[in-house]
């Protein structure tokens, strides 16, 4: 029989905190998932290590290079602006909360992802299967919804924007935003201060109720929000209480049944993370100041448009991407950034070459696909200078990785995303300081290449296949495999 899949996506879901709940038998559903189907505790994520982009890859299956959203702020250079997806309430009050809402709810699916580049929810409804999609910020699919803003939301954006249509899968809710007639909204919280249901326990009630009022689609991806908070304010590794009430959401799923294994005859899950976070130090040495640094060159600021600036600053806490306008500042900005050992790795694109400087040491590397050296996914590579810069040892004509997952084919693909900027990547415990970036002095934070921010626990139940060495972008595929062959299956016999 067909299984109903469900993906459910947990922000900053962190493999050691998994492993300690594991252990401590705290997360019974978690746990009974895990035992009957498969588990990893290394499912790579893309680069940066930031939301809106791993949530992209995804609901696509691809990198920036393909769903082309590059980072949470980043210079969108046909409009010549700073887009920021609402970092933080100041990030807000300065481009205007109508502005924040319309590049998170309507621009980001709608303008930003890519249109060539079709959502999970697109593909399969092409071959006739139902989806749904619970608070996860890539939704876009063929059904129309209008959005229904609430009241305080439209107080604060001053009555400046009521509503818009939107394209999302078969069923779609986000928070009150977009919420189905068949749904009582005051089943859980939802007030403003609730993020009007972007929240876990709203997902986890929505889950259960598709599943209680048969309303599931054959597919569905529920996000879990929660976590990444909880991981920013007091650390990564301090959040088993967030995993612990996701856990209770899935046990009161399997609940509805006549019990847990029965559960898994009809339902299939696969849970994830998008990325993981890295502990910030206490020190102001610990903020990677960029603004301070490049204040010789004239930076466009968040909500202008470019005139004659000469650099835009993208901090994505521990990564930033940097613009040039005009290249000629280029190798002026990275000679400076190079004398700081905070910045790991400074990363640029020239011709078909990607290029690889340490902070501090200068140490190069460069690289191109193709050649005679694979790593461990088979791919090709070329490369020159120093492996050391991104940890990669070598066994022969392998490349072997290390403290920098997949690191030659996730910088090209962030490369190729934003393919005249230059990347930098941030020392574990160090974040990048620009304007209105969040800030975690003694938090967690994500972004960077690391493994700390990269690298996220996988669990697979109900169905009969594992996914060898596992990407966050591996789930599209997988998903289609199995369920369009079931189809065709069905339909032959
Ligand atoms: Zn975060």
Known sequence: MLKKVILCVIDSFHPQVLAECFSRGWVPALQFLRDEGYYHNDCVSVFPTMTPTAAAAISTGRHSDMHRVPGFIWYDEANKRIVNYGATPMAIYRVGVRTVLEELIYNLNLKHLNSKTPTVFETLSKHGISTGCINFFIYRGTKEYRTKIPITMQLLSKFNWQYQTIYGPDQLVLGKVVCPDWLDPAGAPAAPWNKYGINDLFTGYVLKEMVRQNKLPQFTLAYFPDTDAMA??????????????????????????????????????????????????????????????????????????????????????????????????????????????????????????????????????????????????????????????????????????????????????????????????????????????????????????????????????????????????????????????????????
Not at 357 to 363: D, F, R, W, Y
């Open 232 to 493: 920013h304010d007091h650390g990564p590794l301090d959040t088993h209480k967030s995993i612990r009430r996701v856990d209770k959401q899935i046990a009161a799923i399997l609940d509805l049944y006549e019990n847990w294994h029965k559960a898994l005859d009809e339902l299939a899950f696969i849970i994830v993370g998008d990325h993981s976070q890295t502990l910030i130090g206490r020190n102001r040495n610990h903020l990677i100041n960029l603004q301070s640094m490049l204040s010789k060159f004239k930076q466009l600021r968040l909500g202008s448009v470019l005139t004659d600036e000469e650099l835009v600053i993208s901090p994505n806490e521990r990564m930033a991407i940097l613009n040039f306008p005009e290249d000629k500042i280029k190798d002026d900005v990275v000679k400076r950034l190079v004398k700081d050992y905070r910045i790991t790795q400074i990363i640029w694109k020239e011709a078909d070459e990607y290029r690889v400087l340490k902070g501090g040491t200068g140490q190069k590397l460069s690289f191109r696909p193709g050649g005679s050296y694979w790593d461990r996914s088979g791919m090709n590579w070329t490369w020159s200078g120093d492996l050391g810069i991104l940890d990669y040892r070598t066994q022969g004509r392998q490349l072997i990785d290390r403290d920098y997952p997949d690191a030659f084919y996730r910088i090209k693909t962030a490369m190729d995303g934003s393919p005249r900027g230059v990347l930098l990547s941030a020392l574990p415990g160090y974040e990048f300081r620009g304007e209105h970036a969040p800030l975690h002095p003694g938090g967690g934070s994500h972004g960077s290449l690391h493994k700390k921010d990269s690298v996220v626990p996988l669990i697979i139940a109900g169905l009969e296949k594992d996914i060898p060495n596992p990407r966050i972008t591996s789930f599209v595929p997988y998903i289609l495999a199995y369920l369009t062959c079931q189809v065709q299956r069905q339909h032959i016999f």
